[in-house]
T-cell receptor, first 111, second 113 residues
Framework: QQQVKQSPQSLIVQKGGISIINCAYE??????FPWYQQFPGKGPALLIA?????SEKKEGRFTISFNKSAKQFSLHIMDSQPGDSATYFC??????????FGAGTQVVVTP | SQTIHQWPATLVQPVGSPLSLECTVE??????LYWYRQAAGRGLQLLFY??????ISSEVPQNLSASRPQDRQFILSSKKLLLSDSGFYLC????????????FGPGTRLLVL
């Protein structure tokens, strides 16, 4: 059972454009929603995270939008740069510390 | 913040050989520890997690096993490797369940030939 569905599987965006990745979850016990960034051959690194008591969180060019009623959240990468080319994973965590990860989105930013 | 060490970084092993991957954690005490496997271009598959010394839960039946001999040490093992065991193995640590995120190590790339 895939509790966190992530789309699209891959994304190509031009430099300066906006990258948007969407995730939908089923488990209403999730209370923490992180996004991870992974470069080839490296472990995933925490990028930005949100709790369901806020609808939006922004850190630099990265923004999470959260819709609790729809059980959806998304990552927006503004002014995308070639250095943002990576695989992005969303996740949900419940209060017992159990994580469920999305399948990942490969983002390619063209010069 | 936590630092997770994994070794070796890369490993090439013949089919049928044993395996031992090690993960150690700095910067936290009594963490939850996790082993994930990631196939090329794919997502993260949770293999094992541990909430304390000697406490291991398996998520997927397979020929792999895990052990936690010390608070901040997590070991992934196999007695006989299969071709399908090839992949990128990631160790993750979480300091306080429900209050901190998971931090990942640099990973071990395993190729079984």
């Amino acid at each position: 059972q895939q509790q966190v569905k992530q789309s699209p599987q891959s994304l190509i965006v031009q430099k300066g454009g906006i990258s948007i990745i969407n995730c939908a979850y089923e488990n209403t016990a999730f209370d923490y929603f992180p996004w991870y960034q992974q470069f080839p051959g490296k472990g995933p690194a925490l990028l930005i995270a949100i709790r369901p008591d806020v609808s939006e969180k922004k850190e630099g060019r990265f923004t999470i939008s959260f819709n609790k009623s729809a059980k959806q959240f998304s990552l927006h990468i503004m002014d995308s740069q070639p250095g943002d080319s990576a695989t992005y994973f969303c996740a949900g965590e419940d209060s017992w510390g159990k994580f469920q990860f999305g399948a990942g989105t490969q983002v390619v930013v063209t010069p | 913040s936590q630092t997770i060490h994994q070794w070796p970084a890369t490993l090439v092993q013949p089919v049928g050989s044993p395996l031992s991957l090690e993960c150690t954690v700095e910067g936290t005490s009594n963490p939850n520890l996790y082993w994930y496997r990631q196939a090329a271009g794919r997502g993260l598959q949770l293999l094992f997690y541990s909430v304390g010394i000697g406490q291991i839960s398996s998520e997927v039946p397979q020929n792999l096993s895990a052990s936690r001999p010390q608070d901040r040490q997590f070991i992934l093992s196999s007695k006989k490797l299969l071709l399908s065991d090839s992949g990128f193995y990631l160790c993750a640590s979480q300091g306080l369940a429900g209050q901190e995120t998971q931090y990942f190590g640099p990973g071990t790339r395993l190729l079984v030939l």
